[in-house]
């Protein structure tokens, strides 16, 4: 074989090596916080760029998805203009219209848009637009007609020097408005459905070590200059699920905080703006937990978007491997794939994530396209056991989770959902086996608690015999030798 026949042969197999190692195989972390490879939850069902949408002007700089019905809006930001599509039944996009301005109004001058970000349809129809450029968020009927314009507040709580730069928009069922603006560290800037400034909700709490305390009180105040402001971080997006919570992420924190819980890249808000996401997991939802430098890519996962399904499962994208990782109701890792890269299904810059049912679209800024995934048999057997548990289903949902385990022996949250399954099912013992196969110590203390009153109850007779027989036996010997002793003393 000659030098060339080699090298070509080399090259093939390098190539070959290539496309394995870029299809993102799907995995979880198991309890000692390893990867497990699992079969593919998602697979690729299209990738559209602007001539396969259609469209006559390619595609430049899209930052955002918001999905309303069967209707997905793109943000189309430096061409300055917001496109509707229809998610179809044979799952391809076809354009409906391109917003790139509203109707004349005499509340604006200028009724065009510049490099907007988000866009929100509230529960009535209207519509919010975050016109991010033009320092202002626009709320339109459905034909375009302006309703109302949101401009900076004008309180004295917000800093007048900082340019007012709406990049998110969404609104609650009482159609309160929350708005993330670029540089405005105090959490969403809150508006009633009137447009009244009504204060800040959601800013995450400041936390200073003693150390820090103790140094900026003694510094001069150059050296307080130098220092790091200890103020709260700002959330880089956000969404509104079906019960009126917002979850929100951020990508501010400290890395070493990560596995400790201490920072909080991804919560979910309530009505308080305080965190109230549930975290059972064998880890914080916080993406990956190897942080590798393979590639050039290094330190921690880095969300910029997350959504919500129906069956409470969140979904979050990670910037910085462009990955998706999704955690049930409890903060349990269902799966996570995806990668960076110019195959189907990798990304350059991932920049927002939406769904519509199940099926996940993920628009990549560099690349300017819309990927769409859609779920495989065994993504849909992880849901649908997820969901017949949550509605009380509890011997199907533990048929399911048998057909998981089939298909992957290795699924940790399988045997746990067996193990809650046999639980809701009074069935102790078996449940008490799946929890301690998985070391899922809490619910196995549960388990445990319920079989000991179970084994007790079921026992209680003959364990009160021996009881009684452990007290009166010793009563007895002792009256027998007491009468032997008196009818020898006479």
């Known amino acids: ?269 309530n009505a308080l703006g305080n965190d109230i996401l549930v975290n059972n997991g064998y880890e914080p939802p916080i993406g990956d937990l190897e942080w590798s430098n393979a590639a050039g890519i290094k330190g921690s996962s880095k969300f910029v978007d997350v959504t919500v399904l129906d069956n409470e499962v969140y979904l979050a994208l990670d910037e910085t491997r462009g990955r998706i990782f999704a955690y049930n109701n409890q903060g349990y890792l269902l799966f996570a794939f995806g990668g960076r890269g110019n195959v189907d299904g990798f990304f350059r810059k991932p920049a927002s994530l939406e769904h519509i049912g199940k099926d996940l679209f993920v628009v990549d800024s560099t690349n300017a396209a819309i990927t769409v995934f859609t779920p495989t048999d065994y993504g849909n057997l992880i849901y649908k056991a997820t969901e017949q548990f949550a509605v009380g289903a509890y011997d199907d949902s533990a048929d399911t989770w048998s057909k998981v385990l089939a298909l992957n022996g290795n699924y940790d949250l399988a045997y746990i959902g067996l193990g809650k399954s046999y639980l809701r099912q009074k069935k102790y013992k078996e449940a008490m086996d799946y929890f301690k196969l998985k070391r899922d110590s809490l619910d196995y203390s549960k388990a445990f608690k319920y079989y000991r009153k179970e084994w007790i109850e079921a026992n209680f007779g003959w364990i009160a015999a021996i009881v009684i027989a452990l007290i009166v036996i010793p009563l007895i010997v002792r009256w027998v030798k007491f009468i032997r002793w008196e009818i020898k003393s006479l």
């Open 1 to 269: 074989m000659n030098k060339s026949k080699i090298i070509l042969l080399a090259a093939c197999l390098f190539t070959l090596c290539a496309g394995l190692f870029a299809r993102g195989d799907t995995y979880i972390y198991n309890y000692w916080d390893e990867i497990e490879k699992s079969p593919d939850t998602y697979r690729v069902s299209h990738v559209f760029y602007a001539n396969d949408l259609k469209l006559d002007t390619p595609l430049k700089n899209p930052t955002s998805l918001f999905a309303y019905g069967n209707s997905m809006y793109l943000c189309d930001t430096d061409n300055n203009r917001i496109i509707e599509f229809e998610y179809t039944e044979n799952k391809t996009l076809v354009p409906l219209r391109v917003i790139d301005h509203v109707n004349p109004s005499p509340l604006i001058e200028n009724n065009r848009f510049s490099a907007p970000q988000d866009i929100f349809i509230c529960e009535d129809g209207t519509m919010l637009i975050a016109d991010t450029d033009n320092g202002r968020v626009l709320k339109v009927d459905n034909d375009l007609n302006l309703i109302d314009v949101i401009t900076e507040p004008d309180d004295p709580t917000y800093e007048k020097d900082k340019a007012f730069l709406p990049t998110k928009v969404i609104a609650d069922p009482k159609g309160r408005i929350y708005i993330l603006s670029k540089n405005v560290n105090k959490g969403f800037i809150k508006y009633e459905y009137d447009g009244e400034f009504k204060g800040y909700y959601g800013a995450t709490k400041v936390m200073v070590n003693a150390a820090d305390r103790l140094w900026k009180k003694f510094a001069t105040e150059a050296q307080k200059a130098r220092m790091v402001l200890f103020v709260p971080t700002e959330y880089s997006n956000c969404y509104m699920d079906n019960e009126g919570f917002i979850y929100a992420v951020t990508k501010s924190f400290q890395e070493w905080d990560l596995h400790s819980g201490k920072a909080k890249p991804l919560r979910r808000l």
